[in-house]
């Protein structure tokens, strides 16, 4: 193999695909980017069989080949050459791989590319679904936290992606809180399906996407046992997670007693004051939502949060209080985590009782919705 | 030098005896004992002071109460009802310093104000204590007031019952001099013997002799001893947090038990009042100890942390039989006392789960059982069914308790 490109792309492309290399693995070869040299370009893939993340650049090929190479060696040494050419050499029949630009040159050991997984590719395939890559970022970043961080029930350490004619939606859910986001596609599917995907990789490919313009390509293998998604010169991949995802609808409360709408911002920086001090009592915050007595008054939401030896806080908000007064107490975490991902100006809770969930929506937007299941607290 | 400080010591009365007789003023003037049942094998909690002229003592086994006073009155510990007025005691006492810290239910020690006038302004707040208690609660508190925690309380012990007694600036080791030295807390029965035979009765002799001979006897406390004995304690008051630290209950049983099903039965209904008590108090707890008491007076105790923060008598059950089984395949010995006791405690806080009902049907089938039992304590000890000392199993509430058995 012999090929030349330039150091800037090949130092991006390394940093792109890195995010896949298995950091402890038994299987030396998945500490390795697999680097491929045909038709004018350069292809660099890692894998840590979770997930899987290939970059391909434009390169002067003299002579096709593979190897793949310690990913952490190459990366480290690439981005310490100037801003020059940089030619790979592999001499026939061996191992070791000769990196040169300007006046260094090294030689790294490898390890033969047929001991590297393979991986499928989207090629020439009609991919599932398109979608423009900002929406699909912001959609992962309002669901994928919702999920499970341990392993104990594997679906729900997985998002939910649904594809319903030209409807995708997104669910998580970690056992006491649930996120859903839905998006129309520009073209509907040609068939509805619905696949689990570890929250961890689709937060990495948001990330690996974190730049990318325009449309990604997602297509779902068809033997469901694979996502693939495609930017450009960027590819990704994840399996996906077997299993039967909860009936989430169901659980989505259709009625409330009370309902409150507030602004976000005041509502997440209270929140955060109030973590203050429900850190040191279970992270409970308590919402008490007290409707007004007049159209001059709409009334307020009070949040607050005390803990026995240290102390309290409470900030009161001005809000429109529809329904009868009530109280609620949820972990704090979970509400500024959702106040944080949502979007809108003012966002509305309902609730019926404070021992069921509370619904967070944002106003005007039917698109996400995020439920919460409350803490019942002593004096509630 | 500055302003002297002022601590008053609050002791209420012969507090279960008096709440006693405050509630059946037929009572009064009669040996009254509280604790246990007569011919049982429980102790006195407290005793009124009649009881008291026939050598009775709180702790004293109630059968060597019966024998020293035959026509005694005896009643069974009504804890609830003096909690009640123990809370009154407190609201009391938080109107008259900021600084109060409570010793037991029916013991506190407060400071007064940052530069008292002595001696007018702490004797005119301890006699309105004393007034406002008698007024309000009905009952008779004793009061010391003195320069410090230490020689306050001897004030109020040499006091007792229904008076007050107030040791001015700089007479703190007059005071003390020519009491015996068991009168100063911290030194219990064995110190003051080991005293004894050093040739030490009063606390002026303890005050005298160096304190480096005291370390036979107090060890590392030695210089603390001498000091006190001298009437100097900075200790200040610090008021502790609301929230109990544990909760807990224990019996002393008829007869000692040796069934592995009894012990267990005795258990379980220990930890029912424990799980239910901390409930009433909204809070949760996550380390349950047990504590076994042999036929011999052998007394052992075990601990164990939960992986969770519990409110429930089962699982507080299970932690303890579990415990209370390891010390008996150790000891094998038949078992006079079981103590149940949770500590760890925190607000009561429950996440409840999306797809798991179980945490919230448990919790409102508890707070069922609350209600129902506390109906039912309300209707009184007529109600009260023999064997049921455990709260609930009676009647409907058995059904609930079947029902949370099968989640």
């Known amino acids: 193999m012999q090929v030349t490109c330039q150091q800037g792309e090949l130092h991006r492309a390394l940093a792109h695909v890195s995010r896949a290399v298995a950091r402890k693995s038994t299987l030396p070869v998945l500490s390795n980017v697999l680097l491929s040299a045909q038709e004018g370009q350069l292809r660099l893939a890692a894998t840590n069989l979770e997930i899987a993340i290939a970059a391909s650049l434009p390169a002067r090929v003299a002579e096709a080949g593979q190897l793949t190479v310690r990913a952490d060696l190459l990366t ?56 423009e890559s900002g929406l699909l970022r912001e959609m992962i970043g309002q669901v994928a936290f919702a999920a499970a961080t341990d392993d104990s029930r594997p679906v729900l350490a997985g998002v939910l992606v649904e594809f319903q004619g030209s409807t995708l939606t997104m669910a998580a859910a970690d056992g006491f809180r649930l996120s859903v986001r839905s998006a129309e596609l520009d073209e509907p599917v040609a068939e509805d399906l619905s696949i689990i995907v570890p929250a961890r990789a689709l937060q990495e490919l948001a990330r690996s996407m974190a730049d990318a313009e325009g449309t990604i390509d997602l297509l779902v293998t068809p033997t469901r046992s694979q996502l693939l998604a495609r930017s450009g010169p960027v590819e990704f991949l994840s399996r996906l997670i077997d299993g039967h995802f909860p009936e989430f609808r169901q659980i989505i409360p259709k009625t409330y007693n009370t309902r409150v709408v507030v602004s976000r911002e005041a509502f997440l920086a209270a929140a955060r004051r109030a973590k203050i001090f429900a850190q040191s009592n279970n992270e409970v915050v308590r919402l008490q939502l007290l409707p007004g007595d007049s159209e001059l008054d709409p009334g307020a939401v009070i949040v607050s949060a005390q803990a026995a030896e240290a102390g309290d806080n409470e900030d009161l908000l001005s809000a429109r209080v529809e329904g009868p007064k009530a109280q609620i107490a949820f972990n704090g975490r979970y509400l500024s985590d959702v106040l944080s991902v949502m979007k809108s100006a003012e966002v509305a809770l309902e609730m019926t009782s404070p021992n069921a969930a509370g619904v967070f929506r944002p106003v005007g937007d039917t698109t996400f919705t995020h439920v919460i299941m409350p803490m019942v607290i002593g004096n509630i | 030098m500055d302003a002297q400080r002022a601590v008053l010591h609050a002791d209420l009365d012969a507090f279960f005896a008096a709440a006693e007789v405050r509630r059946r003023p037929e009572l009064a003037g009669k040996p009254l004992i509280v604790g246990g049942r007569p011919g049982g094998r429980g102790v006195v909690s407290s005793a009124s002071y009649e009881a008291r002229r026939y050598g009775i003592r709180s702790g004293m086994p109630i059968r060597q109460a019966e024998r020293l006073c035959p026509q005694a009155v005896f009643l069974p510990v009504d804890f609830a009802y003096y909690r009640e007025l ?66 306050a309380k001897v004030a109020a012990d040499l006091a007792k019952p229904d008076g007050l007694r107030l040791i001015p600036p700089g007479q703190e080791a007059t005071f003390l001099a020519p009491l015996p030295v068991d009168y100063l807390p911290g030194i219990g029965p064995n110190a003051a013997r080991r005293l004894r035979e050093l040739g030490v009765r009063t606390l002026g002799q303890l005050a005298q002799i160096p304190p480096y001979w005291l370390r036979v006897v107090f060890g590392r406390r030695a210089e603390e001893v001498h000091q006190r004995a001298q009437g100097i304690d900075p200790r200040p008051v610090t008021p502790e947090e609301r929230a109990p630290k544990s909760i807990g209950h224990e019996r002393t049983f008829h007869r000692d038990l040796s069934e592995r099903s009894e012990i267990r039965q005795a258990l379980r209904e220990l930890s029912e009042k424990t799980a239910r008590e901390m409930r009433l108090e909204g809070l949760q707890g996550q380390v349950v100890s047990v504590k076994v008491r042999f036929d011999d007076f052998t007394t052992l105790g075990r601990q164990r942390r939960l992986a969770r923060p519990t409110i429930d008598g089962r699982e507080i059950a299970e932690a303890a039989v579990g415990l209370a089984f390891e010390l008996l395949d150790e000891w094998r010995r038949p078992v006079r006392l079981l103590g149940v006791r949770v500590s760890g405690l925190a607000p009561l806080a429950v996440q409840l789960a999306l797809f798991d009902p179980r945490p919230l049907r448990a919790l409102l089938l508890l707070r069922a059982l609350d209600r129902l039992a506390a109906r039912r304590d309300a209707a009184g000890a007529s109600s009260r069914r023999p064997g049921t000392a455990l709260g609930y199993p009676v009647g409907p509430a058995r059904l609930l308790v079947s029902a949370l058995e099968r989640r």
């Open chain 1, 76 to 131: 480290e040494f690439i981005s310490s050459l100037p801003s020059d050419e940089v030619t790979l050499r592999i001499e026939p029949g061996s191992l070791t791989l000769a990196v040169s630009c300007s006046y260094s040159k090294a030689n790294i050991k490898g390890i033969p590319a047929e001991d590297f997984p393979t991986l499928p590719e989207i090629g020439e395939q009609t991919p599932t679904a398109r979608i």
């Open chain 2, 86 to 151: 123990a809370a009154q005691f407190r609201a009391i006492l938080s109107d008259l310093s900021s600084l109060v810290e409570h010793l037991s239910i029916d013991e506190a020690c407060l400071e007064l104000g940052p530069a008292p006038r002595w001696p007018e302004e702490p004797a005119a707040a301890g006699r309105r204590l004393r007034q406002r208690v008698r007024a309000e609660l009905g009952l008779s508190v004793t009061v010391g007031i003195a320069t410090n925690r230490t020689v």
